[in-house]
């Protein structure tokens, strides 16, 4: 019914940005929050940045001051900016977004691959 679609990963050297992208497709009324999850091997999945329907953003201390979370509400898409990457930032992300479809549910992107070498 949903569908979220990420794109943008890959590898990089540290100091270095990248831009993810994630955009849903469906049956869409509507898009509350947005957000980017990353899950490191042997780590839980964390939550990094968070957009709201109106336009208020929230990160986590990790990555204030270098990510930046972006949406364009009439495409349904929903941008990671990422810049001064560090190794640590290595991590599969997950972009979710809170989508009033008949009722409001929650969905997930398939993940993309984020390589941050030193």
């Known amino acids: 019914q949903v569908q979220l679609v990420e794109s943008g990963g890959g590898l990089v050297q540290a100091g270095g940005s990248l831009r993810l992208s994630c955009a849903a497709s469906g049956s869409i009324k509507s898009i509350n929050a947005m957000r980017w999850y990353r899950q490191a091997p042997g780590k839980q999945r964390e939550l990094v940045a968070t957009i709201t329907g109106d336009g208020s953003t929230n990160y986590a201390d990790s990555v204030k001051g270098r990510f930046t979370i972006s949406r364009d509400s009439a495409k349904n898409t929903v941008h990671l900016q990422m810049n001064s990457l560090k190794p640590e930032d290595t991590a599969v992300y997950y972009c979710?977004?809170?989508?009033?479809?008949?009722?409001?549910?929650?969905?997930w992107g398939q993940g993309t691959q984020v390589t941050v070498s030193s």
């Open positions: 979710n977004m809170e989508v009033l479809v008949a009722y409001v549910g929650s969905y």
